[in-house]
């Protein structure tokens, strides 16, 4: 029996009116980033995991525009395909939206808005992908777990219970947009029903790995950072971040030119050639710092 390499999905679509009126006319994940589209933050995590074969999922608005950003995905050694979503009807909808490109293989899904930093992250995603049964998530302290999926931990680390938004949280860990699935994921999503608010909760899918022991939680302790970009003061602040990041350390954060490089995938022919448009930019001059230091 051949064994399906895992598919990325990246979910990136919702009307974004927490952003209004930026978003009127334009997906919150193509917005800028301090110096790079949102898009590229997500997309480089399934990078980082070594998954080459992604979805993207957004709304017949925008669809056309992640495909004139990303194309094909060749250029990074990738293969890109777009999916459209209609209507946003809760996170487990990828699942079922992206069925036929999954075509039975494992998934690693990241929300589109989502910025995810931190030492030692690609060798946690690594070993989330190396676990080809059940699910693995990962969870984030945070200073107000109601407003997100919380995870219920007993003395020895094991998952109790995942509650979306719970008025009193039974930890401060909340469940972050990373979801690494295996292949029972799209099933299992045409399983659970909406909830009160009309949405197939994802707490709800992971509730059912948790059910049948097959759920793990990798807790991303200090030194990691976990960005949510769903308002206008969060987006600016993960520019910011982002921004005393680089400025600091003289490197990019979530550049998939560089990654795609640095994984084999492209050429320093391939990289030199993609900087030349850029050229007159801090991006561009990085590139080209990066294929000749390698």
Not at 83 to 108: H, K, N, R, T, V
Not at 133 to 152: H, K, L, N, S
């Amino acid at each position: 029996m051949t064994i399906k390499s895992r598919k990325g999905i990246i979910l990136a679509g919702g009307t974004g009116t927490r952003l209004y009126p930026i978003t009127h006319m334009v997906s919150k994940q193509l917005l800028p980033l301090y110096d790079k589209p949102m898009v590229y933050y997500p997309l480089s995590v399934l990078m980082l995991s070594h998954i080459r074969e992604v979805a993207i999922i957004s709304t017949p608005r925008d669809l056309p525009l992640y495909r004139e950003l990303l194309g094909d995905g060749t250029q990074w050694g990738m293969a890109f395909s777009y999916i459209e979503q209609a209507a946003p009807e809760g996170l487990a909808q990828a699942y079922l939206l992206a069925g036929e490109f999954l075509d039975g293989a494992p998934s690693a899904l990241v929300l589109g808005d989502n910025v995810f930093f931190g030492e030692g992250l690609s060798a946690k995603l690594k070993a989330a992908d190396a676990r080809r049964q059940g699910g693995t998530v990962f969870g984030y302290q945070v200073a107000d777990p109601e407003r997100y999926g919380v995870v219920e931990f007993d003395p020895a680390n094991n998952v109790l219970s995942i509650v979306e938004k719970p008025e009193q949280p039974k930890s401060n860990y909340a469940v972050t947009g990373i979801y690494f699935l295996d292949e029972k994921a799209p099933d299992l999503a045409g399983q659970i029903r909406p909830s009160a608010r009309g949405e197939l909760e994802i707490t709800d899918l992971l509730n059912l790995y948790r059910q049948a022991g097959a759920l793990s939680v990798e807790k991303l302790g200090r030194g990691y950072a976990w960005l949510d970009t769903g308002t206008h003061d969060s987006l600016l602040e993960a520019a910011d971040f982002i921004r005393t990041i680089e400025k600091r350390q003289n490197l990019k954060v979530s550049c998939p030119e560089e990654i795609a490089f640095l994984n084999g995938w492209i050429t320093r022919d391939a990289l030199l050639m993609q900087a030349e448009p850029y050229l007159k930019t801090q991006y561009g001059q990085y590139l080209v710092r990066i294929a000749n230091e390698e």
